[in-house]
Nanobody, 124 residues
Framework: VQLQASGGGLVQAGGSLRLSCTAS????????MGWFRQAAGKEREFVAA????????DYADSVKGRFTISRDDAEKKVYLQMNSLKPEDTADYYCAADRQRNTVHKTSHDYDYWGQGTQVTVSS
């Protein structure tokens, strides 16, 4: 499956962005989906994940209450709604697909397919 992330940009602190990830070349509903981010000079970190059908979700503590992950299996898309953005949210954001569709994984090595990053910059 191929993944294409979009929706990044420059936003002021306190603002919102909605990231999208579109899948092609596979059966989207067979995958759990995740969002990760990587800031300059730092390791890639887990942000949010959702199982097939949107049955379960999980979030990094740093984004709970501010970010929401959702999916539209008919459109083969997963979204990350980001509210109350902070400068520390600045990073390249990546979507990923996990063939273990019933499980929310928080480590990048559990994911099988990755999209290219979309850059999010939050100014103070």
């Amino acid at each position: 499956v191929q993944l294409q992330a979009s929706g990044g940009g420059l936003v002021q602190a306190g603002g919102s962005l909605r990231l999208s990830c579109t899948a092609s070349g596979g059966t989207f509903s067979r995958y759990a989906m995740g969002w990760f981010r990587q800031a300059a000079g730092k390791e890639r970190e887990f942000v949010a994940a959702i199982t097939w059908g949107g049955i379960s979700t999980d979030y990094a503590d740093s984004v709970k209450g501010r970010f929401t992950i959702s999916r539209d299996d008919a459109e083969k898309k997963v979204y990350l709604q980001m509210n109350s953005l902070k400068p520390e949210d600045t990073a390249d954001y990546y979507c990923a697909a996990d063939r273990q569709r019933n499980t929310v994984h928080k480590t990048s090595h559990d994911y099988d397919y990755w999209g290219q990053g979309t850059q999010v910059t939050v100014s103070s």
